[in-house]
């Protein structure tokens, strides 16, 4: 069982910044994937970006691409707790949705659709003003 909290949401302006945090504990493993979703009202689930945790190799959508950057921390003993950020750059309004984190232990394949991930955080809003 995989645990996942997700903290740093908040209300920005247009050209803002937030970090988001998606903490992960219970069973992990050596080798896996993270990734990041959101949704906004009315609209269906959307990739954001996605790391491999053990060579830090990642993906984007196109949208966020060149603006988000996703990481992870470099613990190398904590087998049960890790923490993946969402770096967020020039916010734009269209990027309004509420953000989730999600694992899927099975595989280190980069994973753009939520189908393939096993565990989900419970989301944090974000909302950036014009």
């Known amino acids: 069982q995989v645990q996942l909290v997700e903290s740093g949401g908040g209300l920005v302006q247009a050209g803002g910044s937030l970090r988001l945090s998606c903490a992960a504990s219970g069973r992990t493993f050596s080798n896996y994937a993270m990734a990041w979703f959101r949704q906004a009202p009315g609209k269906e689930r959307e990739f954001v970006a996605a790391i491999a945790w053990s060579d830090h190799s990642s993906y984007y959508a196109d949208s966020v691409k060149g603006r988000f950057t996703i990481s992870r921390d470099n613990a190398k003993n904590t087998v049960f707790l890790h923490t993946m950020y969402l770096q967020m750059n020039s916010l734009k309004p269209e990027d309004t949705a509420v953000y989730y984190c999600?694992?899927?232990?099975?595989?280190?394949?980069?994973?753009?659709?939520?189908?393939?991930?096993?565990?989900w955080g419970q989301g944090t809003q974000v909302t950036v003003s014009s």
């Open positions: 999600a694992a899927d232990i099975w595989s280190i394949v980069l994973a753009t659709n939520a189908s393939e991930y096993d565990y």
